[in-house]
T-cell receptor
């Protein structure tokens, strides 16, 4: 099992460029998430999805788009990169552990994408 | 004020020492997670707790729901335990939090031989 796979691992962009961070999971998990990690800030939720065709905003969604056309894939698009988007991005997935209690399983994380915007 | 606070932010220990990292939260939760991140590496889930105590090898995690507090203990610490340890909570929001996590800022642990 590959788990959660993110590509690329490293990327440098110029201000104003656009790009897509790829995320794929092979565990048939319903839920997928994009987080960004910044020094002194901890990880913060950008967008998430509760299933194919369903996405919603997290805490810091501005400047990012997502889509979920299949259960496996959850790409994150930067529309017009800005230096403030320099960060490490993590994709994660989970599934329902206890529907009665509304509890998900532990999250499975990808290896991260280190993005620098100059 | 952050919803999830960890202490200490930095921790240095000698090999063999008993280590404790604390996590306090200010909201209702459905579960608390302890995660490990090695330098330049990905994030791995160590524990998910909704009550009581869990043990895996030299790692022990406890949670006190009434006091909104959790601790991660490492017994007989080793240099390979050097990593960032992150506490995260799944908030209780209506029926479900959909597994969304709110994170503490992490504790940087360095264990010297």
């Amino acid at each position: 099992n590959a788990g959660v796979t993110q590509t690329p691992k490293f990327q440098v962009l110029k201000t104003g460029q656009s790009m897509t961070l790829q995320c794929a999971q092979d565990m048939n998990h319903e839920y997928m998430y994009w987080y960004r990690q910044d020094p002194g800030m901890g990880l913060r939720l950008i967008h998430y999805s509760v299933g194919a065709g369903i996405t919603d905003q997290g805490e810091v969604p501005n400047g990012y788009n997502v889509s979920r056309s299949t259960t496996e894939d959850f790409p994150l698009r930067l529309l017009s990169a800005a230096p403030s988007q320099t960060s490490v991005y993590f994709c994660a997935s989970s599934y329902y552990r206890d529907r009665r209690r509304g509890m998900n399983t532990e999250a499975f994380f990808g290896q991260g994408t280190r993005l620098t915007v100059v | 004020k952050n919803e999830v606070e960890q202490s200490p932010q930095n921790l240095t220990a000698q090999e063999g020492e008993f280590i404790t990292i604390n996590c306090s939260y200010s909201v209702g939760i459905s579960a608390l997670h302890w995660l490990q991140q090695h330098p330049g590496g990905g994030i791995v889930s160590l524990f998910m707790l909704s009550s009581g105590k869990k043990k895996h090898g030299r790692l022990i995690a406890t949670i006190n729901i009434q006091e909104k507090h959790s601790s991660l203990h490492i017994t007989a610490s080793h240099p390979r335990d050097s990593a960032v340890y992150i506490c995260a909570v799944a908030l209780r929001a209506g029926g479900t939090s959909y597994g969304k996590l709110t994170f503490g800022q992490g504790t940087i642990l360095t264990v010297h031989p």
